[in-house]
Structure formats: structure tokens, C-alpha cells
């Protein structure tokens, strides 16, 4: 069942020297900055909009490398593409995913979940969704500003913020291949 307006795909795209982006000791980190960006865009938007849990626990967290999750479901995902790799200045594009205001009964994903079914009450689904464009926006680009301004501290601190906001520590998995 489609729901239009009440999910967020948004791209966002900025420019990085190659050598951060090409840099194994701090490229990982690029995504799960942007991840932890959209976990801040998230609280702000909802601080803003007066929204409370509507029920405990109400936990988000990144699920590594590139999952959004809220109480174990999954609420979106963030994609991270270099493009023109080898150039003195290379594009980064960061798209994000998030299911926004679609209702429990018409998720038809299995694992899947929606702000709406967390976080209460919400503004109409237009308004949800500029607000949280204009806050990933805010967040993404001061993430990635770090990344620009010192590489290893941006690295240092996101790996840092996720201690506690990572959804996969201490947990098993499973690799198929």
C-alpha cells in the first residue's frame, strides 16, 4: 500500500576532498555521522513539535553500518555514495529514507516501523516532513563540516557518539552470504 506524503526520501548533496573520503582511517565514519545526524534531526523535530513517546521504551538508535531503528524496528535508512572519486574535490551524497506518518496497520515491511507509531502527536504530514528536511539539513551539515575542518576528531567523536546510540553493539548477528 503506498502512502504518498507520508514518508521522507531526501538526497543531500555536498562536496569533500578526496583525500578525507579516500582516508581509511576516518571514511567509515561518514556514514554513521550521517546516521547519528538523523538521529539528532529526529529528536529536534520532535522537541519542536511538543511530540512524547506513546509508550517505553521508546529508544533510537543506528543500527550499523546504515539503519535507523526505533525499539528494535527499523524507522529508515541512510545511504552514503562518493561520486567523481579521484578528483581533488570529490561529491558526497548522503539520501535518507524514513518512514514519517504512516499508520502500524499499513507497514508492509516485517521489522518495520513509523515515527507516528512512537512519537505523539505530529504535525500534518507536510509540515513533518519540511521540518525534518530543514533539521537533517542543519545536522548533516555541521557533521560533515567536522569531517571537513579535522577528519580524525570528526571520526574520534562520532565513534564516540555512538557508544550509546548504537543499536547492534553488543548484540549477535548474522552474516549470509
Do not use: Y
Amino acid at each position: 500500500m503506498e502512502h504518498p506524503g507520508k514518508s521522507l526520501m531526501a538526497s543531500f548533496v555536498g562536496s569533500m576532498p578526496w583525500s578525507v573520503v579516500s582516508d581509511a582511517s576516518v571514511n567509515g565514519w561518514i556514514p554513521l555521522a550521517a546516521g547519528l545526524a538523523a538521529l539528532d534531526a529526529t529528536a529536534d523535530v520532535v522537541r519542536d513539535c511538543g511530540a512524547r513517546p506513546t509508550h517505553k521504551p521508546c529508544d533510537m538508535a543506528v543500527k550499523w553500518p546504515n539503519d535507523i531503528f526505533c525499539d528494535g524496528l527499523k524507522l529508515g535508512g541512510i545511504l552514503v555514495q562518493i561520486v567523481s572519486p579521484g578528483d581533488p574535490v570529490c561529491a558526497v551524497v548522503v539520501g535518507v529514507g524514513m518512514n514519517l506518518a504512516i499508520p502500524e496497520s499499513d507497514l508492509s515491511v516485517e521489522g518495520s516501523t513509523s515515527l507516528l507509531a512512537h512519537r505523539s502527536p505530529l504535525p500534518d504530514d507536510d509540515k513533518l516532513r519540511d521540518m525534518m528536511v530543514a533539521a537533517l539539513t542543519r545536522r548533516l551539515r555541521a557533521r560533515m563540516a567536522e569531517f571537513l575542518d579535522s577528519p580524525a576528531a570528526a571520526a574520534a567523536r562520532a565513534r564516540r557518539d555512538m557508544g550509546d546510540r548504537c543499536w547492534t553493539l553488543g548484540r549477535r548477528g548474522r552474516a549470509r552470504i
